[in-house]
Structures are given as C-alpha cells and as structure tokens.
Nanobody, 115 residues
Framework: QVQLVESGGGWVQPGGSLRLSCAAS????????MGWYRQTPGKERELVAD???????NYGDSVKGRFTISRDNASNTVYLQMNNLKPEDTALYYC?????????WGQGTQVTVSS
C-alpha cells in the first residue's frame, strides 16, 4: 500500500530553520503533485507549498520568500526548507501526494516555533 513517511519536524526558535522530508512509496501510478499542508487546532488545513513532477511550484502567501519546496522524482521525495521561522508557523505539517487515481496524506510532523 502507499506510504508517506515524513521527518524533520521539531522545535526551533524564531528566526531559525528546519527542513522537512516526505518519502512516498507503494503506488502503481506516478506521484504527480506533491506538497505540504499545515493545520492548527480549530483551523482548516492550509496549503504551505506544492510542486509538480516538472518542478512547477506553488506557495501559500504567508510563506513566500521564506520556504522553498523541492523534490527528487527518482525517490519520490519532497522537501520543504523553512527559513526565518515565525511563531505563527507552529502547526502540524502534513505531506500530500497526488496520483492520477487519488491523493494520499502523511501522518503529520509537528513544527513548533517559540522562544
């Protein structure tokens, strides 16, 4: 079955950096768009960034200029480099991978930004 394995979350002080990784496996179909979403209690899940196999990228307004998404198609891995982190970036971050058939979600990795 399809698995999305996320890593790289944790605690960081404001202004710091973290790098998230998500490795997808187990699909008969290509993973087309892969990306990251985040959610805090009481709020809807929101797009952080996503990228296509052709490396076209899309970012949420609140992270533009601070976060960079990239992917390795050979290993079906997507990365999120997060710089200049702010307390409002604190959330549970979810990886999402989309095939022609359906979409899949990871279990989430916590990012906490505080002093």
């Amino acid at each position: 079955q399809v698995q999305l394995v996320e890593s790289g979350g944790g605690w960081v002080q404001p202004g710091g950096s973290l790098r998230l990784s998500c490795a997808a496996s187990g699909s008969r179909f290509l993973f087309n768009t892969m990306g990251w979403y985040r959610q805090t209690p009481g709020k809807e899940r929101e797009l952080v960034a996503d990228t296509t196999r052709g490396s076209r990228t899309n970012y949420g307004d609140s992270v533009k200029g601070r976060f960079t998404i990239s992917r390795d198609n050979a290993s079906n891995t997507v990365y999120l480099q997060m710089n200049n982190l702010k307390p409002e970036d604190t959330a549970l971050y979810y990886c999402k991978a989309i095939t022609i058939q359906t979409s899949y979600w990871g279990q989430g990795t916590q990012v906490t930004v505080s002093s």
